[in-house]
């Protein structure tokens, strides 16, 4: 088999907050196509990783690329790079219903602009008719459709999830970033997720941060074992679950997805 450059590359990045070094030359690859998990007990720097892959945090060193080329992330142009992420916090517009929050997460493929809304031209109108149409099929999905209508903030917890999620998907990202998709959610509802997560596989490529174990070992391709801001493990979940090394950081903590 071919293979294929990395989509996303992480090189040699080193990140502190004060004296407190938070990532140590972290490096790591994620593959088109692939779900891959960042896992590491509390404080290793997962979420760090994310912030800076984002934009949100600057490295002291290291590099960063996507698709080949070197990338210099900035928050705002994340979408338009082709880059997607769901926040902890879902972040969604409370007041807005959850159709109106799946179809913002386009408005980088808005053609209407300042003009055009002045103007209310008809294929301006006809564009932003197409994407509630995406919207609302993205919803129906997620299996979520009755709660398009609904302002985000009555809908239950696992709901809004949901939303947060199509609103990421709907900007068409080739690099999808998942911050704790598992958290607070039933065993019923993660179980649905990963279903959910599986089936991206055929539109992007996805990376997770994630505490819930069963969860990150029964869906991700490879993972990424953080500790002490330092990459300990690489592998398949089974490899990385059999790994003396990440055993010792979960000391306590269960590692396996039957445990
Ligand atoms: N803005 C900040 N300023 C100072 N220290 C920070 C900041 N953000 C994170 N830290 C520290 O950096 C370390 C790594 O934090 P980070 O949130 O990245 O870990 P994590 O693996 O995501 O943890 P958790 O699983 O608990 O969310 C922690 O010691 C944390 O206290």
């Given at each position: 088999m071919a293979q294929h450059a990395?989509?996303?590359?992480?090189?040699?990045?080193?990140?502190?907050?004060?004296?407190?070094?938070?990532?140590?030359?972290?490096?790591?690859?994620?593959?088109?196509?692939?779900?891959l998990g960042v896992i590491g007990p509390n404080g290793a720097g997962k979420t760090t990783l994310f912030n800076t892959i984002c934009g949100f945090v600057?490295?002291?060193?290291?590099?960063l690329s996507f698709d080949g080329h070197r990338?210099?992330?900035?928050?705002?142009?994340?979408?338009?790079?082709?880059?997607?992420?769901t926040l902890q916090g879902l972040g969604l517009f409370p007041n807005l219903s959850a159709l109106d929050n799946v179809a913002a997460g386009a408005t980088h493929r808005s053609r209407t602009g300042p003009v055009g809304a002045l103007l209310a031209s008809p294929w301006a109108e006809r564009h932003e008719l197409r994407l509630r149409d995406q919207a609302m099929g993205m919803l129906e999905q997620f299996g979520i459709a009755d709660a398009a209508h609904r302002p985000c903030a009555s809908l239950p917890y696992g709901i809004r999830k949901r939303v947060a999620l199509a609103r990421a998907l709907i900007s068409e990202p080739r690099l999808l970033l998942l911050d704790e998709p598992a958290a607070g959610l039933s065993a019923a509802e993660t179980g649905e997720l990963a279903e959910i997560v599986?089936?991206?596989r055929q539109r992007t490529t996805v990376m997770l941060v994630e505490h819930h174990m069963e969860f990150v070992m029964n869906l991700c391709?490879?993972?990424?074992?953080?500790?002490?801001?330092?990459?300990?493990?690489t592998g398949t979940p089974a490899r990385v679950r059999e790994d003396p090394a990440v055993q010792r950081a979960y000391l306590g903590e269960a590692v396996a997805a039957d445990a």
């Open positions: 990395p989509l996303l590359r992480v090189d040699e990045l080193n990140v502190s907050f004060g004296g407190l070094k938070v990532l140590q030359a972290v490096s790591l690859e994620v593959t088109e196509g692939e779900v600057r490295p002291d060193s290291g590099t990338l210099v992330p900035r928050p705002h142009r994340l979408t338009r790079l082709g880059i997607a992420r599986r089936g991206l391709d490879r993972l990424v074992v953080l500790d002490f801001g330092e990459v300990i493990a």
